[in-house]
């Protein structure tokens, strides 16, 4: 029957995952994740888990997230607080280092290079997007978590994003829905459980696509994108840039592009020209990025970025973005 198939398959497809590649715990840590609902899911402030990946036999990483008191991941403490302002770091997997250390990050590292005149909030979690910036900017909850004054805004995109954004990512079915408006800003209609249907396969809220290999195979809405999508991926970074200009007189909004050559990848550059957001694409920052070269990302298996190349990507970070910005910028007390 068909039924009797589509399990073979499923235990086919979880044998050949076991085979390859294993994470310990095979979730995210529950011990530093809460669900929220204005982002969808969050971190818990202090929280932290342990996490271990494997291919092959061989050991990916091993490392601990530990999160700070705002839930954002640990940067570093300061004595006090920052007296030239704060960076905001916003993104997914790669600006909150999947895999690394706590001070491996981008983030932390490049807080250490400025010697405590900036606090750099790591405002980034594993499968995030643009979405979940912008939610935590126009609820005003930034306001909330950050004691100096905003002086520069990062955001670290990827190709994925424009899916996620769309709702077209399993993990993240509760996260905020925006809309891109004829004006080019976007707008929140609510979360993705609320105003999308169900995707075949994945009647409810967590979803079968939630874990069913097979279900999310046979789900195409969790994995196409269309040009609208990567219009909806351009009005909410360019709405984010907005907010943060709004909200923080002087802040500079920057994007670290991984210009991979993905199906999105083009439409996005196109994107970002277009709404005259500056851009540093990963190409010009790595050598030898986009010939594969082995020591930017952790493992053969894994494309999350390597320890090597956040220091190398925190150096540029502070010395072509926030440096300049600083002396660009008007001197702003802490908050």
């Known amino acids: 029957t068909f039924h009797a198939v589509l399990c073979i398959a499923e235990i086919a497809a979880r044998g050949r995952q076991l085979v390859h590649?294993?994470?310990?715990?095979?979730?995210?840590?529950?011990?530093?994740?809460?669900?929220?609902?204005?982002l969808g899911y969050t971190t818990l402030p202090g929280g932290s888990g342990s996490?271990?990946?494997?291919?092959?036999?061989?050991?990916?990483?091993?490392t601990t997230y530990t999160m700070d008191e705002v839930g954002g991941r640990r940067t570093g403490a300061l004595p006090r607080p920052a007296p030239e302002g704060a960076v905001l770091c916003f993104g997914g997997s790669y600006m909150f280092g999947e895999g690394l250390a706590d001070d491996e990050t981008v983030p932390h590292r490049a807080q250490e290079a400025m010697k405590g005149t900036l606090r750099f909030y790591n405002l980034s979690l594993h499968g995030w997007g643009p979405h979940h910036m912008l939610a935590r900017l126009d609820t005003g909850r930034v306001e909330e978590e950050v004691r100096e004054t905003p002086r520069v805004a990062l955001y670290w995109a990827i190709p994925d994003h424009a899916a996620r954004a769309a709702g077209k990512r399993y993990w993240d079915r509760n996260g905020p829905h925006y809309a891109a408006a004829?004006?080019?800003?976007?707008?929140?209609?609510?979360?993705?459980?609320?105003?999308?249907?169900p995707p075949p396969l994945d009647p409810t809220p967590r979803g079968l696509t939630k874990i069913s290999w097979v279900a999310r195979e046979l789900t195409p809405t969790t994995r196409r994108v269309v040009p609208g999508d990567v219009a909806r991926w351009g009005a909410l970074v360019a709405t984010a840039r907005d907010e943060v200009e709004s909200r923080f007189p002087g802040c500079a909004f920057h994007v670290l592009f991984e210009d991979r050559p993905m199906g999105e990848t083009e439409g996005m550059l196109a994107e970002l020209e277009e709404h005259g957001v500056r851009t540093h694409?990963?190409?010009?920052?790595?050598?030898?990025?986009?010939?594969?070269?082995?020591?930017?990302?952790?493992?053969?298996?894994?494309?999350?970025?390597?320890?090597?190349?956040?220091?190398?990507i925190a150096d540029y970070v502070v010395e072509s973005i926030v440096e300049p910005a600083l002396a660009a910028g008007i001197e702003s007390p802490p908050r």
């Open 21 to 38: 590649a294993a994470r310990r715990p095979s979730d995210y840590n529950t011990s530093y994740y809460a669900d929220y609902d204005v």
């Open 51 to 62: 996490v271990e990946k494997w291919y092959d036999g061989e050991l990916v990483y091993s």
């Open 281 to 312: 694409l990963m190409s010009r920052i790595l050598p030898g990025f986009l010939d594969g070269d082995p020591r930017w990302t952790i493992h053969p298996s894994d494309v999350h970025p390597s320890a090597a190349a956040t220091e190398r």
């Open 182 to 197: 004829a004006t080019g800003r976007a707008t929140r209609l609510g979360s993705f459980v609320e105003t999308l249907d």
